[in-house]
């Protein structure tokens, strides 16, 4: 397309909803009843494009006061000048956090904005390596039964999931029985994962890990310690019983933070989330870096909008299918994609990303 008629980003606007979980839920570290949506649309040339992030409403007067103004005006194809705006607007009133959060969401929508104006599915623009990401199944929460925790797990495990992950560090004891539940509700064919969310100190992780991979075969030990623990997650791979990978990056909001965790010797397997790094620019980012350092890459939460992200970074190994999200992106989005022989498959038939807000269902969770 001739850049003379590449359109101009009109207008960008942020609304917040808010989901109550089916049940109470809880992890290591915290404990929640709803899930806060940050919805951003972008608009050019007769089209709009859709993203957003599980963020609170910060962000999104974030996008209202100051990220929107950045990238009205520019052209709709100029993603990567967005998100060098975006970020620099943010130096004075803080990027990491929210302002991380309004940066994915924005970046996304015009990802999205772009395929549409250009008639193209967003994984075909993305640059495709894959025509699938497989996916694990993500929930086992803290909060739930014992019963419940097996209940979610061999759900996902007999729908065709061929990894499943559950919450521990509540409570040492009772997590080493949790464990071993879990193994016997999937079976020894799954890949049983454990996600501590930083609620370990070392010693306690160290025991944890060996308790975890001799009595249930676990083979993914997520922020066993506080992923600002740099140190602590090292220390972690070297001792961790072989077998068991260490992984964490979820929180990352910047190519430095990935940078950091990467030179440390961290991860066996780095972890980013596009609603919190920058967005699908960022999660690209974050992808070449992983890729440098020879590491898979595995996306966090967001199945629906890492689906076609995640086909263009050749080092993905999975997305989580996280059971907050799943619930509540089919509440309040049309298009949303469904498993199929355990991975979720980008509709080619569709362009951007194929979803759009469910306008009248979404009134009744705006805030």
């Known amino acids: 397309m001739d850049p003379v008629s590449q359109p101009a980003v009109t207008s960008v606007t942020a609304e917040v909803f808010r989901v109550p979980t089916d049940r109470p839920e809880s992890d290591g570290t915290a404990e929640w009843r709803h899930t806060d ?7 050019a040339g007769g089209h709009v494009g859709l993203g957003w992030t599980y963020a609170s409403e910060a962000s999104a007067k974030l996008v209202s006061s100051i990220l929107g103004s950045k990238v009205t005006g520019i052209s709709a194809f100029a993603t990567g000048e967005a998100w060098s705006r975006m970020s620099a607007a943010l130096r004075n009133v ?7 959060m309004a940066t994915s969401a924005v970046d996304m929508a015009l990802w999205d904005l772009k395929a549409r104006i250009m008639n193209q599915p967003l994984v075909e623009l ?24 097996m209940d979610q797990l061999s759900g996902w495990s007999e729908g065709g999931l061929a990894s499943v992950k559950m919450k521990v560090g509540r409570d040492a004891a009772a997590d080493r029985r ?11 064919g799954v890949r049983l994962m454990a996600d501590a969310n930083g609620a370990y100190t070392r010693k306690e992780a160290l025991h944890q890990a060996e308790a975890f991979a001799d009595q249930a075969g676990v ?18 791979r070297d001792r ?24 440390a010797g961290a991860v066996d397997c780095l972890q980013a989330d596009a609603t ?8 690209i980012k ?31 190994r999975d997305v989580e299918w996280f059971h907050d999200h799943v619930r509540a992106d089919g509440l309040l989005f049309d298009g949303v994609l469904a498993p199929r022989d355990g991975a979720l498959h980008p509709d080619a038939s569709r362009i951007g990303h194929g979803l759009t807000l469910k306008v009248a269902d979404a009134e009744r969770f705006r805030l």
């Open 276 to 283: 919190r790094c920058g967005g699908f620019t960022g999660f």
């Open 178 to 188: 949790r464990v071993v539940a879990a193994r016997g509700a999937v079976g020894a």
């Open 240 to 263: 961790a019983p072989a077998g068991l990978e260490i992984a964490a990056g979820e929180y990352g909001d910047s190519p430095w933070y990935f940078r950091s965790m990467l030179e």
């Open 219 to 236: 083979a993914w030990f997520e922020e066993p310690v506080s992923s600002d623990d740099l140190e602590g997650l090292r220390l972690m």
């Open 94 to 100: 803080g990027r990491p956090g929210a302002g991380a």
């Open 286 to 316: 974050a992808a070449a870096l992983a890729e440098s350092w020879h590491l898979p890459l595995s996306a966090h939460c967001a199945p629906q909008l890492h689906a076609h992200v995640g086909c263009a970074a050749a080092t993905l």
């Open 126 to 149: 993305l640059g495709r390596c894959r025509s699938a990401v497989a996916l694990y199944g993500s929930g086992g929460f803290t909060s739930y039964s014992e019963q419940e925790l």
């Open 37 to 43: 949506f940050v919805v951003v649309h972008a608009s």
